[in-house]
């Protein structure tokens, strides 16, 4: 497309950090899902699991599946809420915490990485501009104007 619009580049985009990420998880035997599950969860004191989806921006069933795994592999264990018989908690074991450490730090080496190729004005402005267009979406000014 020699005119790209601008979901274009935000899909492009996000589906190219999607694949770095995966690409790096699968060296460790995760997904970037499994990653951001991770850095999800508080590591002290566990997340409500229906905190989670809303947080991850996951649907349920995509959620459940991730966790399922993440159990299965020893990395997360979950246990009723007891202010609420109902729910469950979901805390992170040792090994959990271990790879959720892994995740930040390649968080963070992504960040570092933009932050040296980009100058600050321009990520300032990428980051208004990111803001700007999820007010739009979240207030539905898109279609309703």
């Known amino acids: 497309m020699k005119d790209k619009?601008?979901?274009?580049?935000l899909r492009a985009t996000w589906q190219a950090v999607a694949r770095m990420y995966n690409e790096e998880a699968a060296k460790y035997g995760a997904?970037?899902?499994?990653?951001?599950?991770?850095l999800s969860i508080d590591k002290e004191n566990g997340t409500p699991s229906t905190t989670l989806g809303p947080r991850m921006g996951m649907e349920a069933t995509s959620l459940t599946r991730?966790?399922?795994?993440?159990?299965?592999?020893?990395?997360?264990?979950?246990k009723k809420?007891?202010?609420?018989?109902r729910g469950v908690?979901?805390?992170?074991t040792e090994s959990g915490k271990e790879k959720r450490e892994l995740s930040k730090s390649t968080v963070l080496k992504f960040n570092e990485a933009v932050k040296q190729n980009v100058?600050?004005?321009?990520?300032?402005?990428f980051i208004e501009?990111?803001?700007?267009?999820n007010e739009l979406i979240s207030e539905k000014k898109i279609f309703n104007i």
């Open 5 to 9: 619009t601008i979901d274009y580049i």
């Open 31 to 38: 997904t970037m899902a499994t990653g951001f599950a991770l």
């Open 66 to 78: 991730t966790l399922k795994s993440m159990e299965e592999k020893g990395l997360i264990i979950r």
């Open 81 to 85: 809420n007891p202010d609420d018989g």
């Open 89 to 92: 908690l979901i805390y992170l």
């Open 119 to 125: 100058s600050p004005e321009k990520l300032q402005n």
């Open 129 to 133: 501009v990111s803001e700007i267009i």
